[in-house]
């Protein structure tokens, strides 16, 4: 049935036959008529085969090298496919006997079974241990099925994935901590029984999320029958992390590096090599490739922080089937999983395992409800995996309320763009909030006045007895904020460039930057706005600096929690311009929170899509009033102690962690253990 043209004036059942015809083209079948079959292709459907008496017409009998190996049922689009199964599984049985000497044939059926109507295909694999329909995205190619008879003939009882990993040797143990052996055996566990296609491990940010990942490839490609995984990461400079800590990993049984048995490759422009074993890429280049686009490769915010405005429609790619994978990993789940990348991941024909510290509902909607570890960020402070962190809160008048810009202020008004600086005076005044800060409009002497009161209590309260700037990462609100912070950075403290550095993706070389960042004893502050977010470890880090809002809970704990050392104390001054009141602690009920009086000239003039010195006699002096997370003034001390209101401690208790908060007359409460 050749039909290239527009197909909506066809019967439905005819109009499913045609879409079905060019799935199956597209996938690299020859598909043919009964009475003009030419078996010399590698996989040909045959249409109409006629069956053993009493078995009908398979509307498609396949053939792979000469052999029958499957059968199709096609209905009209809209037809319920499981309610088919039946017919399908009767042409499977009833081979006439001239086809049934050259079959392949699974106790006395053929192996796979499909049922189709264009829009959907169901398949079961009659070599799975427990055959069971499944939907994918479009018809396998001939050479998979091939491959997999192939194993089937070397192995019958291992010719699927599905069926080898119910076999999987113990897990050697030695080097892992307790939280990554239950993650690692929970996910084999979950798919060797099959009853979820989806997977979710919730492990504390910094107790080793991407080691327990590496971990469980390896395993998979060498015990599981895992042919190739699909790792994706959340920014595209996170996958040079992800793929050092696959260069170094030692394989636990015989001590070669995991990159040394199996080829690890980052998708690039040249799509996907056939000899890879792992392949990591963020969403974005993967869905650029499914369209055949060409992705440079190199870091860039326009393709790795792409975020459609409607859910994604995926098209069927020869160079990338559905059935490429058959593992995709989703390291920081919350980020990607769901709403408009949705469609990526169901094009795959894998098993999704998804690894994230801070899940949400739709978190644990799209993977099932099957959480097969968890392991909390209370748990890891507890078991000593990962520090608890104080919060040291800055606020300033106009960070909180705004301020107004006077009628006949000379202000500079800057291009975002270009950059280039006019100079106006204003004809009314200008009042702009406190939301509005550093995006429209910018005061200098505010973000000075903030930087200021950090330096000034470095070493008297937020790290006493320190003479050496700690680490510190600043978030900013976009790249131009970030580049008057860098500045204003630099000033402050009296420093040259090799003191403070900007890492953007609009900086030059921010891979450069961000490690000497890591390993440089001058460069003490990085200045960034969403590159180092989630996920990049920069260990000597010990203070991360919010100089913008967050208002997604899951996402702060992103942004704080994945760049600290094991072991080590570390500040977060919640320096942050514009956040108010908001309580940036929200998980766990752990929180040692001190504010500090910003006194000082607070800016209130300032301009327009720009920066430039406020005009003079605008500035005031700012107190940090009486928050909800502490008493303004309170020194950062020894944690726990009785003259310190506000601050939290953990003590074990009983088997139980409990939160006790030094505070008269206040009650301990219970924490999770």
């Known amino acids: 049935m050749e039909n290239t043209g527009d197909i909506t004036q066809l019967a439905a059942e005819q109009r499913a036959r045609v879409l079905i015809d060019r799935q199956l083209r597209a996938a690299g079948?020859?598909?043919?008529?009964?009475?003009?079959?030419?078996?010399?292709?590698?996989?040909?459907?045959?249409?109409?085969?006629?069956?053993?008496?009493?078995?009908?017409?398979?509307?498609y009998l396949l053939y792979v090298d000469k052999r029958a190996v499957g059968v199709i049922e096609a209905k009209p689009e809209g037809t319920t496919l499981s309610g088919v199964e039946w017919q399908s599984a009767r042409y499977a049985t009833g081979l006439p006997p001239a086809v049934r000497l050259k079959a392949l044939t699974l106790d006395d059926r053929l192996p796979f079974v499909f049922e189709a109507s264009g829009s959907e295909v169901h398949l079961t694999n009659g070599y799975d241990p427990v055959p069971r329909a499944r939907r994918v995205f479009s018809f396998p190619r001939p050479e998979t099925l091939a491959r997999t008879i192939r194993e089937a003939e070397a192995d019958p009882a291992?010719?699927?994935?599905?069926?080898?990993?119910?076999?999987?040797?113990?897990?050697?143990?030695?080097?892992?901590?307790?939280?990554?052996?239950t993650a690692i055996e929970g996910i084999e566990r979950s798919l060797a029984e099959q009853r979820y296609s989806r997977s979710l491990v919730q492990m504390a940010t910094g107790a080793g999320k991407t080691y327990t990942a590496v971990t469980t490839c390896y395993r998979l490609l060498k015990h599981g029958g895992f042919r190739r995984i699909l790792f994706l990461v959340?920014?595209?400079?996170?996958?040079?992390?992800?793929?050092?800590?696959?260069?170094?990993?030692?394989?636990?049984?015989?001590?070669?590096?995991?990159?040394?048995?199996?080829?690890?490759?980052?998708?690039?422009?040249?799509?996907m090599l056939d000899s890879s074993s792992i392949v990591v890429s963020t969403i974005q280049r993967v869905y650029a490739a499914l369209q055949g686009r060409t992705?440079?490769?190199?870091?860039?915010?326009?393709?790795?922080?792409?975020?459609?405005?409607?859910?994604?429609?995926?098209?069927?790619?020869?160079?990338?089937?559905?059935e490429a994978?058959?593992?995709?990993?989703?390291?920081?789940?919350?980020?990607?999983?769901?709403?408009?990348?949705?469609?990526?991941?169901?094009?795959?024909?894998?098993?999704?395992?998804?690894?994230?510290?801070?899940?949400?509902?739709?978190?644990?909607?799209?993977?099932?409800?099957?959480?097969?570890?968890?392991?909390?960020?209370?748990?890891?402070?507890?078991?000593?995996?990962?520090?608890?962190?104080?919060?040291?809160?800055?606020?300033?008048?106009?960070?909180?309320?705004?301020?107004?810009?006077?009628?006949?202020?000379?202000?500079?008004?800057v291009d975002r763009r270009t950059r280039v600086q006019r100079y106006e005076s204003l004809d009314d005044d200008v009042t702009y909030t406190a939301t509005q800060l550093d995006r429209a409009v910018t005061a200098k002497n505010q973000i000075r006045l903030v930087l200021e009161t950090f330096r000034d209590r470095l070493f008297t309260e937020i790290f006493p007895g320190r003479s050496t700037v700690p680490k510190t990462l600043i978030f900013c609100k976009d790249d131009n904020h970030a580049e008057e912070v860098v500045t204003a950075v630099r000033e402050v403290f009296g420093q040259g460039n090799d003191f403070a550095a900007k890492i953007t993706y609009n900086a030059k070389d921010p891979k450069g930057a961000l490690k000497a960042f890591r390993t440089s004893p001058t460069l003490r502050v990085a200045v960034t706005v969403d590159m180092i977010a989630t996920g990049t470890d920069v260990r000597p880090l010990e203070c991360v600096f919010f100089m913008r809002d967050v208002r997604s809970a899951s996402y702060f704990e992103q942004m704080k929690?994945?760049?600290?050392?094991?072991?080590?104390?570390?500040?977060?001054?919640?320096?942050?311009?514009?956040?108010?009141?908001?309580?940036?602690?929200?998980?766990?009920?752990?929180?040692?929170?001190?504010?500090?009086?910003?006194?000082?000239?607070?800016?209130?003039g300032a301009e327009e899509v720009g920066l430039?010195?406020?005009?003079?006699?605008?500035?005031?002096?700012?107190?940090?009033?009486?928050?909800?997370?502490?008493?303004?003034?309170?020194?950062?001390?020894?944690?726990?102690?009785?003259?310190?209101?506000?601050?939290?401690?953990?003590?074990?208790?009983?088997?139980?962690?409990?939160?006790?908060?030094?505070?008269?007359?206040?009650?301990a409460r219970r924490g999770p253990r």
């Open 158 to 181: 291992a010719a699927t994935w599905r069926a080898r990993v119910r076999s999987m040797p113990p897990l050697l143990t030695e080097g892992l901590r307790p939280a990554q052996i």
């Open 29 to 59: 079948w020859e598909v043919q008529d009964r009475n003009k079959a030419n078996l010399s292709f590698p996989g040909v459907a045959v249409r109409e085969a006629v069956m053993a008496p009493g078995h009908g017409r398979a509307d």
């Open 295 to 322: 992705v440079e490769d190199v870091d860039d915010p326009g393709v790795d922080n792409y975020v459609p405005d409607a859910p994604v429609d995926v098209s069927y790619n020869p160079q990338m089937p559905p």
């Open 234 to 271: 959340d920014r595209n400079n996170l996958g040079s992390q992800t793929l050092a800590e696959f260069q170094n990993y030692a394989t636990p049984d015989d001590g070669r590096r995991l990159t040394e048995i199996y080829n690890v490759n980052a998708l690039t422009s040249a799509g």
């Open 612 to 667: 430039a010195q406020p005009a003079a006699g605008q500035g005031r002096d700012v107190r940090a009033g009486r928050g909800r997370d502490g008493v303004a003034g309170v020194p950062a001390r020894e944690a726990g102690t009785r003259s310190h209101p506000g601050r939290a401690r953990r003590a074990r208790r009983g088997g139980r962690w409990v939160d006790a908060v030094d505070r008269p007359g206040a009650r």
């Open 325 to 413: 994978f058959d593992l995709v990993i989703v390291d920081e789940a919350h980020r990607s999983i769901y709403g408009v990348w949705r469609g990526v991941l169901e094009y795959f024909d894998a098993h999704i395992v998804g690894l994230t510290a801070t899940p949400v509902k739709q978190t644990f909607g799209f993977f099932q409800q099957n959480l097969v570890s968890e392991y909390t960020y209370a748990e890891s402070v507890a078991d000593n995996v990962n520090v608890d962190f104080d919060v040291y809160r800055i606020k300033t008048q106009i960070s909180d309320a705004g301020a107004t810009i006077e009628a006949g202020t000379v202000i500079p008004k």
């Open 561 to 604: 929690g994945p760049r600290v050392p094991d072991h080590r104390p570390y500040g977060l001054p919640a320096g942050d311009a514009g956040r108010g009141d908001q309580d940036p602690v929200r998980a766990g009920g752990r929180r040692g929170c001190h504010g500090a009086p910003a006194r000082g000239r607070d800016a209130a």
